[in-house]
């Protein structure tokens, strides 16, 4: 790898440590985040995950009745299932026996849920309070220490700011609640957008940022999936910066301090696995080359330890392209966009001159056998 590149973003990160010391002057002391989503998956159970490398774990996912408005806890995830799935005590519990325990959260949402019953839910107020009546009881109930919002994505400006009042009645019950039992509060965080605001389709609208602020205890920026094989060209899906559309890691997260986030309540996201793409002509294949949708893997998605696997094949070529601060590698029309040690330790390094809360991955199962990305994400963050 040229020397050139490693000055450049040295000079970068010094940088930005200078304009992190004129953002943040004050620094409350606030638990450090390394964090990892899991979602139930038969082939590798919570036993299997190093908690070691983390601080806290996000179970993914569970979602309301639309009926109810009440979280549905499928019967799996009650009482396990001798073959499959995890029960959500069995996963706690595995979580807190560890040699190092690691913090719980369940996560309520994801991508595939359905927004415009978290949009209604967040609108009334008998709905919503039923609903966040319902987070705390299953998340005391089988043993988690905090609630993860995971609402992909708020549609217009209206339910931005229901999102808004949302966080102000939940962290208003979790202190209830908190007082009521002598317990210590239950941690509040969401999921969010890798920007302050969406603007690349539909109705411009931004986070609550104020609510975010007062009510929750951080957010998960998912600073991913920025580009991917609907592009038609080639991208960096989670590239620190992107010259010709501002959709880019480090954009994302300045949008998020200037809109007023407070940087301690700044989790940054990370993917354990890559993009992929087919391309239209295998001569060309730098950022923004022509494609033909998605590469290898299943609809364009690629593991990590994959990727790795891709590499060692002969002829292909892997690129680390200073540009966007990412890395790509491809192999004749295959070509994928990824996170390696490398762009890993230098966006822990960027997260930490901004004086971030830390970082996330999505998700367990996806790094190296023996957890090389998030080993070295840990380390990262150490050494500074
Ligand atoms: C509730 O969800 C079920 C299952 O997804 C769906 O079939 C049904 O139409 C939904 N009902 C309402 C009232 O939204
Ligand atoms: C999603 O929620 C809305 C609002 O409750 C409902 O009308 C719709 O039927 C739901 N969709 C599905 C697939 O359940
Ligand atoms: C949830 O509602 C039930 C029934 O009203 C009540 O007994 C319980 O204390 C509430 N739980 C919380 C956490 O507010
Ligand atoms: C990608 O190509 C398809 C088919 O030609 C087209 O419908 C779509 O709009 C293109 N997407 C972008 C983002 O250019
Ligand atoms: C990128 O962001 C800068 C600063 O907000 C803006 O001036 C510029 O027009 C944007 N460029 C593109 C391609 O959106
Ligand atoms: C990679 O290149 C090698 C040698 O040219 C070839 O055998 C292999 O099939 C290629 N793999 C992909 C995914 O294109």
Redesign the pocket.
Known sequence: MAISYLKQLLTLTLILLAIATKISTCTPSTTRVKAIYYLDNPTFPPSSIDTSLFTHIFYAFVVPNNITYKLEIQQQQQQGSSSKATSLTTFTNTCKTKPSPITTLISIGGANSNSSLFAFIASDSTARATFINSSIEVARTYGFNGIDFDWEFPQTAKEMNDLGELFLQWRNAISNEAIATGKQPLLLTAAVYFAAGLFLSGEPRNYPVDSINKNLDWINVMSYDLHGPWNNVTGAPSGMFD????VSVV?GLFSWIRSGLLPEKLVMGMPLYGKTWKLQDPNKHGIGAPSLGPGPGVDGGIAYFQVLDFNKQTGTKVVHDKQTGSVYSYNESSWIGYEDLFTVSIKIGFAQALKLRGYFFWVAGLDTRDWEISSQASKAWKLV
């Open positions: 010259p010709r559309t501002n954009s």
